[in-house]
């Protein structure tokens, strides 16, 4: 009988949910930014090894929300919490004892999943760090998802809880998500990569249009922000900003669709988009009912 069911990975911002992901699922699904709130929706990653399927989901950083956008990446947080069958709850151990989940995420009851709670960054630290944080949390798993060290055990512990169960995909498959939807992370990645301060947080990028039947594949793409300062930084002096931008960024999407792209990328101005809900919708960010 195979196995088969779904697993949030949550935890506070920079917590190294992204890099947990990418390293299951075995290629760059979620973007990774040293930069914290880098990821802003559900990233949905398929596992499938043996007679055992993970539908894996990175959430956005547990935080408390300040503005829409904000509520929307909690909100999609909560929302996998609650849809899934194990939490793996992503700790940095760089930082000692983790909260529990219900106080990090503020919860008023325990999600329904089992919880499995994952010490991360142990490449980082001391051997008698890591036995102090054995020893405080004696059921905890100690990884390094930037190494890959521990993370087969965690694996292997959250395979014996899945549910027995067909499969929902295909063995090969790997995501879920639109191509389109990966290109414009990408975009927005390479902005973080690039750019300082506040700049990047206040990036939204839409993809217009995605013509797969053209050589090269073409994508006209539009990165919004939400001052006429923050569209100038973003340009550049004689357009040096964006072109670096546009050029990285194509990079990785060509490595994306396995072959070359023309990349048309624009920017524009769309004033306080991250505190308007109508905006956020539009950019396909989930707000939480009532919103």
Known sequence: MTRAGTVAVVGKPNAGKSTLLNRIVGQ?????????????????????AGDVQMIISDTPGLLNPQYALQHAMRASA??????????????????????????????????????LTALNKVDTISAPQRDSLAAEIPRSFPISALTGEGVDSLLAEVAQLLPESPFFYSADDVGVQSLRFFA???????????????????????????????????????????????????????????????????????????????????????????????????FGYRLPEGS
């Open 78 to 115: 909560i929302a996998a919490l609650g849809d899934a069958d194990v939490v793996v709850y992503i700790t940095d151990a760089m930082q000692g004892p983790p909260p529990s989940l219900e106080v990090a995420a503020n919860l008023e009851r325990p999600p329904r999943g089992i919880v």
């Open 28 to 48: 760059k699904l979620s973007i990774t930014s040293p930069k914290p709130q880098s990821t802003r929706d559900r990233v949905v990653g398929i596992h499938t």
């Open 184 to 282: 414009s992370e990408l975009i927005r990645e390479t902005a973080l990569e690039q750019l300082e301060q506040e700049v990047p947080y206040s990036v939204a990028c839409e993809i217009e249009e995605f013509r797969e039947d053209r050589t090269p594949v073409y994508i006209r793409a539009v990165m919004y922000v939400e001052r006429e300062t923050q569209k100038q930084i973003l340009i550049g002096r004689q357009g040096a900003r964006i072109r670096e931008i546009g050029s990285a960024a194509r990079k990785k999407i060509e490595e994306l669709v396995s072959g070359k792209v023309y990349l048309d990328l624009w920017v524009k101005v769309l004033p306080n988009w991250r505190r308007k809900p109508r905006a956020m919708r539009r």
